[in-house]
């Protein structure tokens, strides 16, 4: 194969004139751009001693890449002594194969791998990938996604101040080019090449506040920061029960059970069942937020859609926004709630672990804590919401601090202003 002299940015920038002219790639390929804007790609051959030309479609609808592909096939008739206009048609099919454009060959991953993931973390791989990566590559065959180009996806989440999830949409990036490579849709992996261009994350524990005072000066200033209300409420009910922030963006309705909340094994971190105890204030979020969102599946939902969790990062701004970036995050509270009640509570240790539905150490303490010990694990609860929340502004006042408006249009958007947008 000879050296090709056509890029990607001169095929794009190229520009009409009053006459067609043309564009010659390598080896008989050639772009031919007519006056009225139009790109067609042509091979120019010989067979039977005779000139002919072969069309491979449009551009950009076929890439350049696909038409040397097309070629290349062409080429190969050649060799074989056939005449590859006989089977223009194939050509063309070849040409504008759509199998090996990344989104593709996304969601052919996604489905390939998606039954083993719990229903939340599926929606969260495709959501991400959907809002950062498709509207820049999504169109793209593999082949056609350099390092440069993958690192600028990745460099724009960055920029937004979402480190992990850069990381982790360049890791989805990678098992997505493995898995192309692997079927045959692609030869390189330019999302593993990028690894360490990556600005390096802080090692060690999530930051968090670990003390009484300063904790809940953090939740008076969160207060005071303007906010989609729904973001507000979910802030403090994670504050409340100390779970995980993926397990509230994905609490449904039906999970809920009196003064209980039963998150199914499919929803947790280490697939068991687990039951956060419901105190009084963390029962009052739920019964303000139910007129807001009680007509879709999701508590705490998107702003825009009912039906779509709240966005993953949309906690963790609002604690950076009032201040506290690289102090504390959503997953700190958890942190916070451990410090506090150990040290208050250094008895119930046991109890306050299976609160965080953390792994018992030994079978001992795997049979203390089958047990369940519920009627414990509610006073401890109040305790912590009630230190929590000392001199906090009320629940429904933040509701109607920051947009206490109708809840659900017909359509499934939660009806607040644009502005209210970014928080989720």
């Known amino acids: 194969m000879g050296v090709s002299v056509l890029t990607d940015v001169a095929v794009r920038k190229a520009a009409p004139k009053e006459s067609p002219y043309k564009l010659s790639d390598a080896q008989g390929l050639y772009l031919l751009v007519k006056p009225n804007g139009t790109k067609l790609w042509r091979l120019k051959y010989r067979f039977g001693g005779k000139e002919k030309a072969l069309s491979f479609g449009a551009y ?22 056939q005449d590859p206009s006989l089977t223009r048609q194939q050509k063309r099919a ?78 989805r990036m990678g098992a997505i080019f493995a898995y ?35 904790l809940r000066r953090m939740m008076r200033r969160i207060e005071h920061t303007p906010s989609h209300p729904v973001t507000q409420l979910a802030l403090r009910f994670l504050a409340l029960t100390a779970v995980r922030s993926g397990e509230v963006r994905g609490m449904l309705w039906t999970e809920l059970e009196d003064d209980v909340w039963i998150i199914p094994s499919e929803r947790m971190k280490m697939r068991r069942e687990h039951i956060v105890p419901l105190s009084t204030q963390a029962r009052a979020i739920i019964e303000i937020i139910r ?57 119930d240790r046991v109890i306050i672990d299976l609160m965080l539905a953390h792994v018992p150490k030994d079978a001992v303490e795997a049979a203390y804590n089958r047990a369940q010990h519920i009627d414990r694990r509610k006073q401890i609860s109040q305790e912590w919401a009630d ?38």
């Open 291 to 347: 007129p807001l969102t009680g007509r879709g599946p999701l508590v705490f939902p998107n702003a825009r859609w009912a039906h779509k969790p709240m966005s993953e990062n949309a906690m963790g701004y609002l604690i950076s926004r009032a201040g506290y970036a690289g102090q504390h995050v959503p997953h700190g509270f958890r942190a916070s709630f451990s410090s506090i009640m150990n040290e208050r509570r250094p008895e």
């Open 60 to 81: 950009p609808e076929v890439s350049l890449i696909n038409a040397r592909r097309a070629r290349e096939s062409a080429r190969e008739e050649l060799r074989n002594g």
């Open 94 to 171: 070849e040409a504008v194969r759509t199998d090996n454009q990344f989104r593709t060959v996304a969601l052919a991953w996604i489905a390939a791998h998606g039954k083993q993931w719990t229903p939340q973390h599926r929606s969260e791989v495709q959501s991400t990938l959907e809002r950062f990566v498709f509207p820049k590559i999504g169109s793209l065959p593999l082949d056609a996604i350099t390092p440069p180009i993958a690192l600028d996806v990745v460099h724009c989440i960055e920029k937004k101040q979402a480190g992990e999830t850069a990381r982790r949409v360049r890791q």
């Open 180 to 214: 192309g490579i692997a079927c045959g849709l692609g030869t390189s992996n330019p999302a593993e090449q990028i690894k360490g261009a990556l600005a390096p994350l802080q090692k060690g524990q999530q930051p968090a506040i670990i003390h009484l005072e300063p």
């Open 387 to 424: 230190l929590l929340l000392k001199d906090a502004m009320p629940s429904r006042d933040l509701l109607q601090r920051y947009g206490d408006r109708q809840a659900i249009e017909p359509a499934g958007h939660v009806a607040f202003s644009p502005s209210d947008a970014p928080d989720t």
